[in-house]
């Protein structure tokens, strides 16, 4: 049974940086693509961006491009999301997951094509 583990929430002004990771244990991430959500009090949960399994390829949401960065070490069984330029509404606990299929072509960014979830980790970011 794969565990997710986030850590490197935080509390941080607007315009500050952090640097979230995803650990695994008891399985491999290498062979799947990770995606990065969010959810906000009193919203969705929603699809902040994803890596390849290989890490060659990434995809964010436009409300966080060019701010945030996705990366992995597989050696590691861990993927990262650096985020900088923080604003107030990037507030939320964000959740690492990794994908249902192994060894998937393209990024997917629906819930459902995640299967394992981590705990998540509080990102409050004050203006």
């Known amino acids: 049974q794969v565990q997710l583990v986030e850590s490197g929430g935080g509390l941080v002004q607007a315009g500050g940086s952090l640097r979230l990771s995803c650990a695994a244990s008891?399985?491999?991430?290498?062979?799947?693509?990770m995606g990065w959500f969010r959810q906000a009090p009193g919203k969705e949960r929603e699809f902040v961006g994803a890596i390849s399994w290989g890490g060659g390829n990434t995809y964010y949401v436009d409300s966080v491009k060019g701010r945030f960065t996705i990366s992995r070490d597989n050696a590691k069984n861990t993927v990262y999301l650096q985020m900088n330029s923080l604003k107030p509404e990037d507030t939320a606990v964000y959740y690492c997951?990794?994908?249902?299929?192994?060894?998937?072509?393209?990024?997917?960014?629906?819930?459902?094509?995640?299967?394992?979830w981590g705990q998540g980790t509080q990102v409050t970011v004050s203006s």
């Open positions: 997951a990794r994908d249902t299929k192994s060894f998937r072509t393209s990024l997917a960014v629906t819930n459902i094509s995640y299967d394992y």
């Open positions: 008891g399985g491999t991430l290498r062979r799947y693509a």
